[in-house]
């Protein structure tokens, strides 16, 4: 679910903000692992949507989630904890990730 | 400032998500008030820095901010608040703002 369309949700809940910078090998194996986690996450309990832009090898991705537990559970996901290692040792050059609670939205 | 290099603030800060659809409407006075938004924001007290992507007419841009009162300033600076009321006018079909406290930050 893409949040962009008039259905935020109410606040407060926590917000993933991940950034990379990919250092472009095997971009196959890379979309694969992406379309994957997609579909994973959104399976999660807690899950509440993302937004997410690429441009190149670099990207910008917010999820969304009810609370930290369901943000832990995700973090711990077995087959996104393998993902996270193949991310170090293969797809990104960089990436940072900032954990926040979303106290106010608001959309036009 | 790109916080995208090894140079993530120390928790805890604050986040503005700014996600976009542009209409297309006057690209060019667009472009030139998105840099001039920019350097104003860096000019302004409590601001970190900015993450931002754009893919056509989508955009993700996150700012990053001292506390909760430089945001209070800088979404009332006066040249901010024109273009907030030209964006509703002109140059947005669609945004979502969300601000957020972030509580942890890693980076690889």
Chains 1, 2 share one sequence.
């Not at 986690?37 to 899950?47: D, F, I, P």
């Not at 996270?84 to 990730?97: A, D, M, P, V």
């Amino acid at each position: 679910m893409l949040i962009n369309q008039n259905n935020l949700p109410e606040p407060p809940y926590c917000a993933v903000i991940f950034t990379s910078i990919r250092s472009g090998n095997d971009e196959n194996s890379y979309g694969f692992m992406a379309e994957e986690m997609e579909r994973l996450a959104e399976a999660q309990e807690g899950y509440l949507g993302i937004q997410s832009i690429s441009d190149g090898l670099k990207s910008i991705t917010v999820s969304y989630w009810k609370d930290e537990k369901s943000i832990a559970l995700w973090k711990n996901n077995s087959e996104h904890l393998t993902a996270q290692e193949k991310g170090q040792s293969l797809w990104y050059e960089h990436y940072t990730i900032q954990i926040a609670k979303v106290e106010r939205a608001y959309e036009f």
